[in-house]
C-alpha cells in the first residue's frame, strides 16, 4: 500500500480567478499592440545613428514617430495585429477557479481585440478559411513553475514574418557551420518581405516542434541583450555582423540595418539531430507582460 506524505507547505495553494485572466489577456492584447516596448524604439534610434544609408535613415526615423504616435493614441502600430500568442508560467501553487483557464485566455483575446478595434486575422479552419471574427484562436504555450503566481506574457505576431520563418533538421557533421549558413540563408531569401529592420529567433536543439519553440521564445528577450553562454553570445554577434552585410536594409530599400538583433536559445538534441529554427520578427516586436 502506498502511503502518500503531504507537507504543510503543499496545502498553501492560491487561488486566482479566471475573470481576472480575462482582463488581464485583454489589456495585454491592446497594449501589447499600442506600445512598443522601449528597448525596440532604442534599437532604432542607435541603428539610425550608424545607418549610412538615407532612405534606411528616413524610415527608422519614421518607426521612431509611428511607435510615439502609436502610444500617444491608442492605436495599433501596424494594421496587422496579428496571432494572440500567450505564454503562461503557471505556478504549481495556484488553484485557478472559476472558468477554464484556456477558455479565459481565448475570451480575454476576444475582449481585447473587439474592445481595441483590432483587426481580426485568425481562420478556424487552415484549409476552409472562414475568419472566426474574434481573432482566436490563441497559441498558448503553458510552462509549470515553482511559487503562488501566474505570469501572462502576450506577443501578437504578425504574418509576413511568421511566413518567412524556417525550420531544417540538420546532419549533427553539418555543426555550427551549417547553422550559420541555414540562419543567413533563411534571412536572405526573406528579403523585404518580413518588414525589416529584423529581431531573429534561433533556436538549437532539442526536437523538431521544441527548436520551434525556442526561436520563437528568443523573440521575447530584451533586443540585444546577450546570451548567457560566451559560445552562443559570441554566434548572436556573428551571425548579426554578417546579416547586416546582407545589404537588405530598412523596408528593404538597402543599408547597413536588416537586423536589430539575433537571439539564439538552445537545448540539448539527440545523437543523429541537430535542428534549427529560426523564427523572424518584424520591426514591430510587440510584448507585454503581466504577473498576477
Known sequence: MLTLAY???????????????????????????????EDVVESFKRSCESEVSQSGKEILNLLVENATIAATESIPMCQDTGVAVVFVELGQDVQLVNGDFSEAINE?????????????????????????GDNTPAVIHLKMVSGDK??????????????MSALKML???????GAKKFVLDTVQNAGPNPCPPLIIGVGIG??????????????LRPVGQPHSLPDIAKLEQEL???????????????????A???????????????????????????HKTVVI
Open 150 to 163: 501566474v505570469k501572462i506574457t502576450v506577443a501578437p505576431k504578425g504574418g509576413g514574418s511568421e511566413n
Open 108 to 132: 480575454g483575446v476576444r475582449k481585447g481585440y473587439r474592445e481595441g478595434y483590432l483587426r481580426k486575422s485568425m481562420v478556424g479552419h487552415p484549409l476552409e478559411r472562414v475568419n472566426t
Open 260 to 286: 536589430l538583433a539575433v537571439h539564439i536559445e538552445i537545448f540539448g538534441a539527440h545523437i543523429a539531430s541537430l535542428p534549427v529554427a529560426v523564427n523572424i520578427n518584424c520591426h514591430a516586436a510587440r
Open 206 to 219: 532539442g526536437t523538431m516542434e521544441k527548436c520551434a519553440l525556442l526561436a520563437k521564445e528568443a523573440l
Open 240 to 258: 548579426l555582423a554578417k546579416i547586416n552585410r546582407l545589404g537588405i536594409g530598412p523596408a528593404g530599400l538597402g543599408g547597413l540595418t536588416t
Open 171 to 177: 546532419k549533427p557533421a553539418e555543426g555550427v557551420e
Open 7 to 37: 507537507s504543510r507547505r503543499s496545502l498553501a495553494i492560491r487561488t486566482v480567478d479566471c475573470n481576472i485572466i480575462i482582463d488581464e489577456v485583454a489589456r495585454l492584447c491592446q497594449e501589447a499592440n499600442f506600445k512598443l516596448e
